[in-house]
Protein backbone atom coordinates (compact mmCIF):
# COMPACT_ATOMS: atom_id res chain seq x y z
CA UNK A 1 0.00 0.00 0.00
CA UNK A 2 1.29 3.51 0.23
CA UNK A 3 3.72 4.18 2.43
CA UNK A 4 5.30 7.95 2.31
CA UNK A 5 7.21 9.62 5.15
CA UNK A 6 8.09 13.28 5.06
CA UNK A 7 11.31 14.84 6.38
CA UNK A 8 12.87 18.16 6.16
CA UNK A 9 11.21 20.30 8.55
CA UNK A 10 12.48 22.87 10.87
CA UNK A 11 12.56 26.25 12.44
CA UNK A 12 13.47 29.17 9.94
CA UNK A 13 13.85 32.60 9.82
CA UNK A 14 11.47 34.69 7.07
CA UNK A 15 13.17 34.85 4.31
CA UNK A 16 14.85 32.00 4.68
CA UNK A 17 14.72 28.53 2.84
CA UNK A 18 13.67 24.55 3.40
CA UNK A 19 13.56 21.58 0.89
CA UNK A 20 10.71 18.89 1.75
CA UNK A 21 11.68 15.30 0.83
CA UNK A 22 8.82 12.54 0.53
CA UNK A 23 10.28 9.37 0.43
CA UNK A 24 7.76 6.85 -1.35
CA UNK A 25 7.35 3.39 -1.40
CA UNK A 26 7.34 1.69 -5.13
CA UNK A 27 6.97 3.54 -8.03
CA UNK A 28 4.18 5.84 -6.07
CA UNK A 29 5.86 8.75 -7.00
CA UNK A 30 6.62 8.11 -11.37
CA UNK A 31 2.84 6.27 -11.32
CA UNK A 32 1.16 8.91 -9.54
CA UNK A 33 0.33 12.52 -9.37
CA UNK A 34 1.43 13.81 -6.04
CA UNK A 35 1.01 16.75 -4.13
CA UNK A 36 2.31 18.71 -0.63
CA UNK A 37 -0.14 19.62 1.30
CA UNK A 38 0.12 21.79 4.55
CA UNK A 39 -2.13 22.50 7.64
CA UNK A 40 -1.71 25.40 9.92
CA UNK A 41 -2.63 25.45 13.38
CA UNK A 42 -6.28 25.91 13.91
CA UNK A 43 -7.21 25.77 9.93
CA UNK A 44 -8.26 23.23 7.46
CA UNK A 45 -5.24 21.30 5.46
CA UNK A 46 -4.53 22.91 2.40
CA UNK A 47 -2.88 21.85 -1.53
CA UNK A 48 0.44 23.52 -1.41
CA UNK A 49 1.29 22.34 -4.86
CA UNK A 50 1.24 19.33 -7.03
CA UNK A 51 2.98 17.30 -9.53
CA UNK A 52 1.46 15.00 -12.56
CA UNK A 53 3.34 11.60 -13.36
CA UNK A 54 3.76 14.00 -16.65
CA UNK A 55 5.84 16.81 -15.12
CA UNK A 56 3.37 19.38 -15.42
CA UNK A 57 2.92 21.60 -11.47
CA UNK A 58 0.64 23.64 -10.24
CA UNK A 59 0.84 26.01 -7.14
CA UNK A 60 -1.01 27.85 -4.87
CA UNK A 61 -1.04 31.53 -5.18
CA UNK A 62 -0.01 32.29 -1.75
CA UNK A 63 3.36 29.81 -2.72
CA UNK A 64 3.81 30.18 -6.29
CA UNK A 65 6.94 31.78 -7.41
CA UNK A 66 8.32 30.88 -3.99
CA UNK A 67 7.67 27.16 -3.77
CA UNK A 68 8.80 24.46 -6.28
CA UNK A 69 7.53 20.80 -6.49
CA UNK A 70 9.78 18.36 -7.84
CA UNK A 71 10.42 14.69 -8.51
CA UNK A 72 13.18 12.46 -8.43
CA UNK A 73 11.55 9.12 -9.83
CA UNK A 74 15.00 6.71 -9.67
CA UNK A 75 14.65 7.08 -5.52
CA UNK A 76 11.19 7.07 -5.75
CA UNK A 77 11.31 10.72 -3.70
CA UNK A 78 9.47 14.41 -4.36
CA UNK A 79 10.56 17.59 -2.93
CA UNK A 80 9.33 20.71 -2.40
CA UNK A 81 11.84 23.34 -2.55
CA UNK A 82 10.77 26.27 -0.30
CA UNK A 83 11.96 29.73 -0.62
CA UNK A 84 11.33 33.51 0.81
CA UNK A 85 9.60 31.41 3.64
CA UNK A 86 6.90 34.06 5.84
CA UNK A 87 5.35 33.13 8.88
CA UNK A 88 1.91 32.25 7.18
CA UNK A 89 3.88 29.20 5.96
CA UNK A 90 3.93 28.39 9.05
CA UNK A 91 2.48 24.32 9.12
CA UNK A 92 2.79 20.74 8.97
CA UNK A 93 3.25 19.63 5.08
CA UNK A 94 2.49 16.50 4.15
CA UNK A 95 2.90 14.61 1.04
CA UNK A 96 0.06 12.28 -1.01
CA UNK A 97 -0.91 11.07 -3.75
CA UNK A 98 -3.99 12.96 -5.67
CA UNK A 99 -5.73 9.08 -5.90
CA UNK A 100 -5.24 8.46 -1.99
CA UNK A 101 -6.63 12.53 -0.86
CA UNK A 102 -9.75 11.86 -2.87
CA UNK A 103 -10.34 8.72 -2.10
CA UNK A 104 -8.57 8.03 1.37
CA UNK A 105 -9.17 11.10 3.08
CA UNK A 106 -8.09 9.47 6.76
CA UNK A 107 -4.41 8.18 5.12
CA UNK A 108 -1.75 11.09 6.07
CA UNK A 109 1.12 10.47 7.66
CA UNK A 110 3.24 11.85 10.31
CA UNK A 111 4.16 15.09 8.07
CA UNK A 112 7.24 17.54 8.81
CA UNK A 113 6.71 20.67 10.92
CA UNK A 114 7.80 23.62 8.78
CA UNK A 115 8.15 26.95 11.41
CA UNK A 116 8.97 30.24 10.39
CA UNK A 117 9.94 33.15 12.83
CA UNK A 118 8.94 36.63 12.17
Known amino acids: QVQLVESGGGLVQSGGSLRLSCAAS????????MGWYRQAEGKQRELVAR???????NYARSVKGRFTISRDNAKNTVYLQMNSLRPEDTAVYYC????????????WGQGTQVTVSS
Open 96 to 107: NTEGRVATSPGS
Open 26 to 33: GSIVSSNA
Open 51 to 57: ITSGGST
